[in-house]
């Protein structure tokens, strides 16, 4: 069952997700995800956790995301040069790897290839005015809606958050897309959350991550870092990119319940470091 929050109009609304596994890690389970994505192996794992958690991106938007997306631009009020995700229209799709099989399940390099995966070639895009049929044979991806591209997703206030754009703008070769499809990515989420775990073994100070974590959860949780760092809802809104204003909401509601959450079970070491 969802739970109500009240809008800014005063009226009950159900916001959030009913799937457990789409709801917003804790603010211990943040921080013990985020360590272990750094302690993985593959620069690719590292990448996968840290980008979902430092710039909440869809997954999809992670399997199509190219170095042109990555970039330092000065910040529309400090004026200062920050690193910034600026994700387009629309976008090739490089995931057609003949030996990848479906999302590239096993992994395949995709940097090589030149076909668009079945998803994004069969993509509708009837409610989607800016795109037309020239367009999606030239860029068969195409994000969300139009608060997708709209705004660039800034970095957050934070060393690491940071230094996640600069290893993404390394790792994503010119003119190369990320090398796996979204199956791929949830499967290497999970892998995360399992060496979260193995860490909790061996670590009497950690206690693991006990749930299934979709990479959408990830997103959510991001939205509750912006809520636990200061942002209001409608720079919550901006940054996640949202159509709607009363979602933002949720993440003021959503943090307050994790952080008396982690109260309650003496989580007191478990603050935003990251």
Same mark, same amino acid.
């Given at each position: ?5 009240? &809008?800014?109009?005063?009226? *009950?609304?159900? $916001?959030?997700? !009913? ?5 917003? $890690?804790?603010?211990?389970?943040? @921080? +013990?995800?985020?360590?272990? %994505? ?7 794992? +590292?990448? &996968? ?21 990555? =970039? ?15 994700? *387009? ?9 003949? @030996? ?7 992994? %395949?390099? $995709? ?9 994004? %070639?069969?993509?509708?895009? @009837?409610? /989607?005015?800016?795109?037309? @049929? /020239?367009? #999606?044979?030239?860029? *068969?991806?195409?994000?969300?809606? =139009?608060?997708?591209?709209?705004? /660039?997703?800034? %970095?957050? *206030? /934070?060393? &690491? ?26 499967? !290497? ?11 909790? =073994? ?9 749930? #299934?974590?979709?990479? #959408? ?16 809802? &409608? ?25 008396? !959450?982690?109260?309650?079970?003496? +989580?007191? +070491? ?5």
């Amino acid at each position: 069952m969802s739970i109500q929050y009240v &809008t800014r109009n005063h009226q *009950p609304t159900t $916001l959030g997700p !009913d799937n457990p596994a789409r709801k917003p $890690l804790s603010a211990r389970e943040t @921080d +013990e995800f985020y360590l272990a %994505a750094r302690s993985m192996n593959t620069l690719r794992h +590292e990448l &996968t956790g840290r980008t979902l958690l430092d710039y909440g991106l869809r997954s999809g938007e992670l399997a199509h995301s190219m170095d042109s997306w990555v =970039k330092q631009e000065r910040h529309p009020r400090s004026r200062e040069k920050a690193w910034c995700i600026d994700i *387009p229209r629309g976008e090739v799709c490089y995931s057609g790897n003949r @030996d990848a099989g479906q999302q590239n399940e096993g992994g %395949a390099d $995709l940097h090589n290839t030149s076909s668009a995966c079945t998803e994004c %070639a069969d993509r509708s895009y @009837d409610d /989607k005015d800016w795109v037309d @049929d /020239k367009f #999606h044979r030239k860029k *068969p991806w195409h994000p969300k809606s =139009k608060a997708s591209f709209s705004t /660039k997703v800034w %970095a957050i *206030p /934070k060393e &690491t958050a940071e230094e996640t754009a600069r290893l993404l703008s390394d790792f994503l070769k010119p003119g190369k897309q990320w090398p796996v499809g979204t199956s791929q990515i949830l499967l !290497d989420v999970g892998k995360i959350v399992e060496r979260a775990n193995e860490r909790a =073994k061996n670590d009497p100070e950690l206690h693991g991550i006990d749930r #299934h974590v979709h990479t #959408h959860a990830l997103r959510h949780t991001f939205g509750c870092r912006l809520a636990a760092a200061g942002f209001e809802p &409608t720079a919550r809104m901006r940054q996640l990119r949202h159509n709607d204003y009363e979602m933002s909401l949720y993440y003021s509601q959503a943090w307050g319940l994790r952080h008396r !959450d982690s109260i309650r079970s003496g +989580e007191w +070491e478990a603050v935003e470091d990251h």
